[in-house]
């Protein structure tokens, strides 16, 4: 995906003014920006569709005359679930992604925009995990979550046992370290939950001996919501976390680009990760 089209006049003049290196970084920039503000647009238009939570489908019935089912995937609901102010539209292209890959389950959650509290929103999505279970008579789920989703996510897996239910947590630009950015937004409660050195991040940063659970979090040089970029990085000893660094987009498009939903499908098929750091995605 490429939208360097319109900037193309412009590249002399960037490379006369500034050091090639930093004429690269300068377009780069320029083209994640641009993306992002072409998501965002189409996101206020898909915004209104994703207030009202999903219709939940009922597990497949058994057959009644004792015939034998031909064998399915057996791999677990996907839960998918939203970032700060968002709901679940976010996830239009990603779940359409997800669906047609093997057929799996993919559910969309949504919780309060009014949320103050990561822990309270963990402990509601760890009944809304069980009842996803109970319903299609998983044992566990994967958990997809988007920026403040993929933290919420992770205090349930690490802090209330969720770690029995979630076999693999994959992050999208999460804050998983803190973020220093808009630091006006600290009037929020849940923002504040968000900073470097908050109580919830020490929480996050304490022991988690015999975590089940496999992490993959998806972090972007180019976050602008991140600061550093590096905060959306797992770096947990007892944590199975494998950190993808992707280059060229930014926050918005985490959860849209194809190729991070090519590397997400890639995540949820790898039930044993051996290493720990996988290499870089290039997507722009």
Same mark, same amino acid.
Not at 11 to 40: H, K, N, V
Not at 65 to 90: E, Q, Y
Not at 126 to 133: A, F, L, S, T, W
Not at 243 to 259: D, F, K, R, S
């Given at each position: 995906?490429?939208?360097?089209?319109?900037?193309?006049?412009f590249?002399?003049?960037?490379?006369?003014?500034?050091?090639?290196?930093?004429?690269?970084?300068?377009?780069?920039?320029? &083209?994640?920006?641009a993306?992002?503000? !072409?998501?965002?647009?189409?996101?206020?238009?898909?915004?209104?569709?994703?207030?009202?939570?999903? &219709?939940?489908?009922?597990?497949?019935?058994?057959?009644?005359?004792?015939?034998?089912l031909l064998?399915?995937?057996?791999?677990?609901? %996907?839960?998918?679930?939203?970032?700060?102010?968002d709901n679940?539209? #976010?996830f %239009?292209?990603?779940?359409?992604?997800?669906a047609?890959h093997?057929g799996?389950?993919?559910e969309?959650?949504n919780y309060?925009?009014?949320?103050?509290?990561i @822990?309270t929103?963990a402990g509601?999505?760890?009944r809304?995990v069980?009842?996803?279970?109970?319903?299609?008579g998983?044992?566990?789920v994967?958990?997809?979550?988007?920026?403040l989703?993929?933290?919420?996510?992770?205090?349930?897996?690490?802090?209330? $046992?969720?770690?029995?239910?979630?076999?693999?947590?994959?992050?999208?630009?999460t804050?998983?370290?803190?973020t220093?950015?808009?630091?006006l937004?600290? +009037?929020?409660p849940?923002? @504040?939950?968000?900073?470097p $050195?908050? #109580? #919830?991040m020490e929480?996050l940063?304490?022991?988690a001996?015999g975590?089940?659970t496999?992490f993959v979090?998806f972090?972007?040089?180019?976050?602008?919501?991140?600061?550093p970029?590096?905060? +959306?990085?797992?770096d947990?000893p007892?944590?199975? !976390?494998?950190n %993808?660094q992707?280059?060229?987009i $930014?926050?918005? !498009?985490?959860p %849209?680009?194809p +190729? #991070?939903a090519?590397?997400?499908?890639? !995540?949820?098929?790898?039930?044993?990760?051996?290493?720990?750091?996988? $290499?870089?995605?290039?997507? +722009?």
């Amino acid at each position: 995906m490429k939208v360097t089209g319109i900037l193309e006049p412009f590249l002399p003049l960037c490379r006369r003014f500034l050091p090639d290196r930093l004429a690269g970084l300068s377009m780069a920039l320029l &083209r994640s920006t641009a993306l992002e503000a !072409a998501i965002l647009a189409g996101h206020l238009l898909l915004y209104p569709t994703g207030l009202t939570p999903e &219709r939940r489908s009922p597990a497949p019935p058994a057959p009644r005359d004792g015939t034998a089912l031909l064998p399915v995937r057996t791999a677990p609901p %996907v839960v998918l679930l939203h970032g700060f102010i968002d709901n679940r539209s #976010v996830f %239009v292209l990603l779940r359409r992604a997800l669906a047609q890959h093997g057929g799996q389950r993919v559910e969309s959650l949504n919780y309060s925009p009014l949320t103050c509290d990561i @822990r309270t929103a963990a402990g509601l999505l760890g009944r809304h995990v069980e009842e996803i279970c109970q319903r299609t008579g998983s044992r566990r789920v994967d958990i997809v979550g988007h920026s403040l989703g993929g933290l919420i996510a992770r205090y349930y897996v690490q802090r209330l $046992g969720g770690d029995y239910r979630v076999r693999t947590l994959v992050t999208l630009g999460t804050p998983h370290s803190g973020t220093r950015v808009v630091p006006l937004a600290d +009037a929020h409660p849940i923002v @504040r939950q968000m900073r470097p $050195g908050s #109580v #919830v991040m020490e929480e996050l940063s304490q022991p988690a001996p015999g975590c089940r659970t496999r992490f993959v979090s998806f972090w972007s040089d180019l976050d602008s919501m991140m600061d550093p970029v590096e905060a +959306a990085r797992i770096d947990h000893p007892d944590l199975m !976390a494998t950190n %993808v660094q992707v280059t060229g987009i $930014g926050h918005l !498009a985490l959860p %849209v680009h194809p +190729a #991070v939903a090519t590397g997400i499908r890639q !995540a949820l098929d790898e039930a044993y990760p051996e290493e720990r750091v996988a $290499g870089g995605l290039t997507v +722009a």
